[in-house]
């Protein structure tokens, strides 16, 4: 048998308790047909081979993000850019900046706005963007996602007014005075806008969809796991059937869209290895950023504050039910410490008819769990999708608002030792997907400039074999493809990362000055360093 590709000169690093470590692998077809010594694996070279010479570098299983949003990245990679912005200010000048070349009437989108980063100033309101963009509709989401921000002009698009009345699972924020609209919208109010903000176009999507892959496949990335609408799933379809999609993609669809999908016959698994249904994706509430997560006690900084219950407990339930009875997988998006127990409560409630059709349920990011919670994800087979990097992004904002509870915030190691499978994803675009970034977060609990020193609740950090297996096996897992994918075994997909050192044997800053040198997805090289 001659193979299509060779990997040696290096060390191997499996993920496979079978092999953990090997000299050399061997390619055909797109699957792995061979790993161990130098020797035996060079004997499949034929006139037709590629060869890497890893040059004492090392190979891993391809990097899974278990948790990212793939069109609204790309999007957000051509949208107005706000991440970092200290200043509302500083936002409406770069709102009023791409007006200046807009032709009136057009979209202005933006992503990224943090309100956070402006310590002690109120919320912004459509008049700041009325001032500079009279002739367009503006619509600029969060960082977290989970807050808009509208002009005038966009609300009236919306047909939204003084009098429409805040949505289920939603809010308007309202001027004291006169109950007028301030132009920011949390949650399921959101939706008023962002419909009619009209779709991307096919011009506007492929090329940021392509913008993503590529942006993925420099940080080593060979699959996803992402909730996507109509929009995003057709935009990926039409890629796919061009052949231009290298990046395999697990497909999570919103809940209220699930009763059409039973309607069309359509199941869980349908696919392909580049595309398929995964999971029905729901909220159980919002974000630390926005203040909307679901928590049993107020935050320390807005005392008549507990969040928003964007799906009730009763919803919750019927959802589970529905979706284990079609034998869906189920994702549930909980960030506060009660949404994560309602969502628990919801699961438990249908446990014996989802684990008897092996589905396995996900909580997406787990970000405050209470101690008694924590042990229920194992108990009963529950992924805790988590995502490292916001850790460390959110851990003063965390502190301020949440206090002591943080103890229970990001708790990987309680989780872990709780019997409970880590998937560790980047969140895009609300971070950047730097998986070795994402490592160097879930394995000190510091941010970059070493802050703070020894970790933040350091009890709860990871080693670096636990955090990898988070970004390979345990994606491969959340997915139900761990026969497929996920480590470098014979008969499994050939989706590797060749990394510039050894993070196993550097330290911890080691993880941040790692390269990665190649990315390969089906045997073929996607991304290969200059």
């Not at 892959?213 to 061009?242: D, I, K, N």
């Not at 997805?521 to 991304?527: A, L, N, P, R």
């Amino acid at each position: 048998m001659q193979a299509d590709l060779i990997l040696f000169g290096g060390r191997i690093y499996t993920m496979d308790e079978a092999l953990p470590l090997a000299e050399a692998t061997a390619v055909r077809d797109g699957r792995i047909v061979a790993v161990g010594d130098t020797a035996t694996i060079c004997d499949l070279d034929g006139s037709g081979t590629e060869k890497i010479n890893l040059q004492g570098r090392i190979a891993l299983p391809g990097f899974i993000d278990a948790h990212l949003h793939l069109l609204e990245y790309g999007l957000s990679l051509t949208g107005v850019q706000l991440s970092g912005l200290d200043s509302a200010a500083k936002v409406v000048s770069a709102v009023g900046e791409r007006a200046s070349r807009t032709a009136p009437g057009e979209w202005i989108r933006g992503y990224g706005w943090n309100r956070n980063l402006w310590p002690g100033a109120p919320f912004p309101t459509r008049h700041d963007l009325d001032a500079v963009t009279p002739d367009n509709p503006v619509y600029l989401l969060s960082k977290d996602m989970h807050t808009g921000w509208a002009n005038s002009l966009a609300l009236q698009c919306a047909c939204v007014d003084r009098h429409t009345p805040d949505p289920p699972g939603g809010q308007f924020l309202r001027q004291v005075a006169n109950g007028e609209l301030t132009g920011v919208l949390k949650e399921r109010a959101m939706e008023s806008v962002a419909k009619v903000a009209g779709p991307f176009t096919e011009d506007e999507q492929i090329p940021a969809l392509v913008s993503a892959l590529e942006r993925l496949h420099r940080y080593g990335v060979v699959g996803v796991h992402t909730p996507e609408r109509v929009q995003g799933f057709s935009a990926l379809q039409r890629l796919w059937r061009r052949g231009r999609l290298t990046l395999r993609v697990n497909v999570m669809i919103p809940d209220d869209d699930f009763a059409h999908a039973q309607r069309m016959g359509l199941a869980a698994g349908f696919g392909d290895g580049y595309l398929r249904l995964l999971a029905v994706k729901a909220y159980s509430d919002g974000a630390l950023g926005s203040r909307t997560a679901d928590m049993f006690e107020p935050y320390e900084t807005e005392r008549q504050n507990r969040g928003i219950e964007v799906a009730s407990g009763e919803h919750l339930s019927q959802l589970v039910a529905a979706c284990s009875a079609a034998e869906w997988g189920i994702a549930i998006h909980a960030i506060g410490d009660r949404a994560n127990c309602r969502v628990l409560d919801a699961l438990e409630e249908h446990w014996p008819t989802w684990s008897e059709h092996s589905i396995r349920p996900r909580i997406e990011h787990v970000q405050l769990i209470s101690p008694e919670d924590a042990p229920r994800l194992g108990a009963m087979g529950v992924v805790a999708s988590m995502q490292p990097i916001h850790c460390t992004s959110d851990m003063l904002m965390a502190e301020e608002h949440w206090g002591a509870r943080c103890s229970g915030a990001y708790a990987w190691r309680s989780l872990l030792e709780g019997g409970a499978t880590l998937a560790f994803g980047s969140d895009a675009p609300v971070e950047e997907p730097s998986v070795l970034r994402g490592m160097y977060a879930a394995v000190t609990r510091t941010r970059e400039d070493g802050m703070p020193a020894g970790g933040w609740y350091p009890e709860q950090c990871l080693t670096v074999p636990e955090a990898v297996y988070a970004y390979t096996s345990g994606g491969a897992y959340a997915s139900g493809e761990e026969h497929v994918t996920g480590s470098i075994t014979v008969g499994k997909r050939a989706d590797l990362v060749v990394l510039s050192q050894d993070i196993f044997k550097a330290d911890s800053q080691g993880l941040l000055t790692t390269e990665v040198a190649a990315t390969i997805v089906g045997g073929k090289v996607v991304f290969r360093a200059a």
